[in-house]
């Protein structure tokens, strides 16, 4: 059985950082891509940072700068550092992967989900 495992969310003021994990198990990911999305109260889930199989990194026009995506392949586990949080940046992180080792944007052509952990900055 697939399983994400996102930890490291919180609460934090604006301008700090937090870290967030994502350990998957079941199968390994290595040459998949994968990605962190977000959805705040009310709104859609959209793409964050996205890492390809081979490790090329994408951002959010709104996070690049602020955000840094990598991967541990030996552990199977995914990372986001957030720097300079802001208010606007509250919402329920998701990891997730993608059988293809293409970073998409579209939260449908993934096919492993974790949990989600809440992310809140406070101003």
């Known amino acids: 059985q697939v399983q994400l495992v996102e930890s490291g969310g919180g609460l934090v003021q604006a301008g700090g950082s937090l870290g967030l994990s994502c350990a998957a198990s079941?199968?390994?990911?290595?040459?998949?891509?994968m990605g962190w999305f977000r959805q705040a109260p009310g709104k859609e889930r959209v793409f964050v940072a996205g890492?390809?199989?081979?490790?090329?990194?994408y951002y959010a026009d709104s996070v690049k700068g602020r955000f840094s995506i990598s991967r541990d392949n030996a552990k199977n586990t995914v990372y986001l550092q957030m720097n300079s949080l802001k208010p606007e940046d509250t919402a329920v992180y998701y990891c997730?992967?993608?059988?293809?080792?293409?970073?998409?944007?579209?939260?449908?052509?993934?096919?492993?989900w974790g949990q989600g952990t809440q992310v809140t900055v406070s101003s």
């Open positions: 997730a992967a993608r059988g293809l080792g293409i970073v998409s944007v579209a939260p449908y052509q993934y096919d492993y």
């Open positions: 890492i390809s199989g081979t490790g090329y990194t």
């Open positions: 079941g199968r390994t990911f290595s040459s998949s891509a």
